[in-house]
């Protein structure tokens, strides 16, 4: 069986493959206030444990697996509700819709359907700055684009360098900005300094 690929760093590689390779295959990686917020938010819904309503049943932290595509890792919250099941991740900001937000949850989904031996439609992304979910359809698009990002995720992390820098609006506030791009850093800081 090939080396298991960790859930969450499918929405890593989707972002940025450069970030993950260097947090996950160099262990470079430094929080900022972005990623403890998101830790926080983790942490208050993990929790909670699990809760039952009426019709609907809801598990917290839940250990997921897919054998076949050799993915492994947490879904923040799986919802039962009709005889479906739903995967909701939580994320810090504002709702949009963010592709490797997506991925991350159809890689849920994924393994949910191999898990329970069920089809699973539908999943949610609930934005914590705006309070509200954004339903995900896994249509048969996003599912092949899961798939092969964990086949390129494996094959990044067979790799003994990380793939090339390129400066983009998204780095300024990645974690893996000061490792990813010292020399743009530095360069910042001399601008800086030619300004005062």
């Not at 599912?143 to 390129?166: E, F, K, W």
């Amino acid at each position: 069986m090939a080396e298991l690929v960790a859930i969450g760093l499918l929405s890593e590689y989707v972002f940025c493959p450069r970030s993950a390779w260097l947090a996950y295959a160099a262990g470079l990686f430094q929080p900022n206030e972005f990623t403890v917020e998101g830790e926080f938010i983790h942490r208050r819904v993990h929790a909670l444990g699990h809760e039952r309503k009426d019709t609907k049943k809801a598990w917290r932290k839940v250990l997921l697996f897919s054998q076949r595509l050799g993915l492994v890792g947490y879904a923040d919250m799986v919802e039962f509700v009709d005889g479906k099941f739903y995967p909701v991740e939580y994320k810090r900001g504002k709702a949009k819709q963010k592709l490797s937000d997506q991925v991350q949850l159809c890689a849920q989904a994924l393994c949910l359907e191999e898990m329970t031996r069920t089809a699973v439609e539908t999943g949610f992304i609930y934005y914590a700055r705006s309070r509200r979910r954004i339903p995900v359809h896994f249509d048969q698009g996003l599912r092949r684009l899961t798939i092969s990002t964990v086949h390129r995720v494996r094959d990044l992390l067979g790799q003994p360098v990380p793939p090339p820098a390129i400066l983009a609006p998204k780095c300024h506030g990645c974690a893996q900005y000061p490792a990813c791009l010292p020399d743009a850093q530095i360069e910042k800081i001399r601008w800086e300094e030619e300004l005062l």
